[in-house]
């Protein structure tokens, strides 16, 4: 139990829905922290007085097994078998997309008298058809996300109440290798050490959850849309602009398939799609969406020394992240002349808006992000997320240092 990082916030999480009649989905990017997770959750089980002899945990990536993948029965019973059925009881299945008919065991042991479940996956079609239909209403997904900004710098042990520490270096830091939580412990190996495990990890997903389940085999086009999306983050793009882009570069790819890639990517949790609104009309709209990437190390993965995404995106992408994690529903807003990086629904059910600059480094840049969220014509609260440390507040917007908003309960 060494060197785990404490996710209070997804343990509270957890504890809410303890012992309720749902399942527990976690789902997130591979190497997120989802098996880490279930593993702090555990222990704090023990604490509370559970017997060791109560709890199974299955992680189904593990070798040994592959040979249940096939055999449900088998499988079944191998839990069943564990407990005492007479007093309360928790199952951990990790990774329980590999095997098949998942579904079917899921709600098997569901409906067994004391037993709480928890699953994990790293693909959203987790929750597809299957399951959510066999479960419908009887389930509670977490997405849980990489370390944030503040998860970061608790677990490299940095006195964040320090006014006088400089949070730029550290976010660069926090940008430039991974917000996944292994990345603290590989720091001290280097930073080629940290580009190889990120490398595996977009090649395990890439192989395994998109090309192997969705019989790709056109892979260069894929690769050339996931570059594509990576250096356009935060960017509206739609599928027929990304064809015709690629047409004139001279590379076909029609954009019925540039869409069905796209859903792999977002349903692998590599990218995060968000709709935009209209500002005016007050409504969702279905065309120029943007996306923003789960880790912003990947950047260099996908574009090498080539990565031309600006701090100002790349500040865009950490606080949409963010504002996930802080359960809001999320749209990027917009009217004809008009564009607000971020409408919210918070979990309150109130709405909020956020702009995102590096720096208001001169009037022009000033007055274009101040009059983007004055101009929109309701009194719910409006927020300028910077790094300048003079904040200036200007007809009821609150302007705020971004890296304090970053380190906020």
């Excluded at 677990?155 to 270096?169: G, H, P, Q, S, V």
């Excluded at 356009?232 to 882009?245: R, T």
């Excluded at 865009?316 to 359960?327: D, K, S, T």
């Excluded at 918070?346 to 995102?356: A, F, N, P, S």
Aim: neutral net charge.
């Amino acid at each position: 139990m060494k060197n785990l990082i404490d996710r209070k916030e997804y343990l509270e999480k957890l504890f809410a829905y303890k012992d309720k009649d749902l399942i527990k989905v976690v789902t997130g990017l591979r190497r997120s922290g989802k098996s880490t997770l279930f593993e702090l959750y555990r222990k704090k089980l023990l604490e509370t007085g559970i017997d060791k002899e109560q709890i199974v945990f299955l992680n189904f990536e593990e070798f040994e097994l592959r040979k249940y993948f096939e055999n449900l029965d088998a499988l079944y019973s191998l839990i069943i078998s564990q407990l005492d059925l007479s007093k309360p009881a928790y199952v951990f299945l990790d990774e329980i997309q590999n095997v098949s008919e998942f579904e079917r065991l899921v709600d098997g042991l569901f409906v067994k008298q004391n037993i709480d479940v928890y699953i994990t996956g790293s693909n959203a079609f987790l929750l597809s058809s299957e399951l959510a239909t066999l479960l419908s209403g009887r389930y509670i997904e977490i997405s849980i996300l990489p370390l944030s900004f503040k998860e970061y710098l608790t677990a490299r042990k940095i006195d964040i109440t320090n006014k006088y520490l400089n949070f730029e270096a550290y976010f660069f830091d926090y940008v430039n290798e991974t917000s996944l939580p292994k990345g603290i412990e590989l720091r001290k190996l280097g930073f080629d050490k940290i580009m190889d495990y990120l490398d595996a990890i977009y090649k395990t997903v890439i192989e395994k959850d998109i090309y192997f389940r969705h019989n790709i085999y056109d892979k260069q086009s894929f690769e050339n849309l996931t570059k594509f999306i990576a250096s356009n983050i935060g960017s509206q793009v739609s599928p027929g602009n990304i064809a015709n882009i690629f047409k004139q570069e001279g590379r076909n790819i029609h954009n019925t398939t540039i869409e069905k890639y796209l859903n792999y990517l977002v349903a692998s949790f590599i990218f995060y799609k968000v709709n935009r609104f209209d500002l005016k009309g007050k409504k969702q709209l279905l065309t120029q969406e943007k996306y923003y990437l789960v880790d912003l190390g990947l950047l260099n993965i996908f574009l090498g020394k080539e990565k031309t995404a600006d701090r100002g995106h790349i500040l865009e992408n950490i606080v949409f992240l963010e504002l996930l994690r802080r359960g809001n529903k999320i749209w990027t807003g917009s009217t004809r002349n008009n564009e607000v990086d971020f409408v919210c629904k918070t979990k309150t059910g109130d709405i909020e808006y956020y702009q995102v600059s590096w720096q208001l480094e001169s009037e022009k840049v000033r007055e274009r992000e101040f009059s983007a969220l004055e101009k929109i014509n309701d009194n719910y609260e409006k927020y300028l997320l910077t790094t300048d440390s003079f904040l200036q507040d200007r007809k009821g917007i609150k302007h705020l240092n971004v890296f304090n908003w970053l380190l906020e309960n």
